[in-house]
């Protein structure tokens, strides 16, 4: 049961069953819409990308 908790408290758990909900079209969304939201989704992800640093590595100059 501790398993199942600390999972639900991870967002990549709502991730994993928001993607295993739409892989049997269970949310209601056409493909189109998938299409504009993973698109958004990169679009932002992108950005993040440019202003966000990255985390040092150990033993790195």
């Known amino acids: 049961?501790?398993?199942i908790i600390k999972r639900l408290r991870e967002p990549?758990?709502?991730a994993g069953?928001?993607?295993f909900?739409?892989?049997f079209g269970l949310l209601g969304l056409t493909e189109q819409d998938w299409n504009q939201i993973f698109g958004a989704l990169?679009?932002?992800a992108g950005v993040a990308a440019i202003f966000l640093g990255e985390?040092?590595?150990d033993?790195?100059?």
Do not use: K
């Open 55 to 57: 985390a040092p590595r």
């Open 42 to 44: 990169a679009a932002l």
């Open 12 to 14: 990549s758990t709502y």
């Open 1 to 3: 049961m501790d398993f």
């Open 59 to 61: 033993g790195a100059q």
């Open 17 to 19: 069953i928001a993607a």
């Open 21 to 23: 909900l739409a892989g």
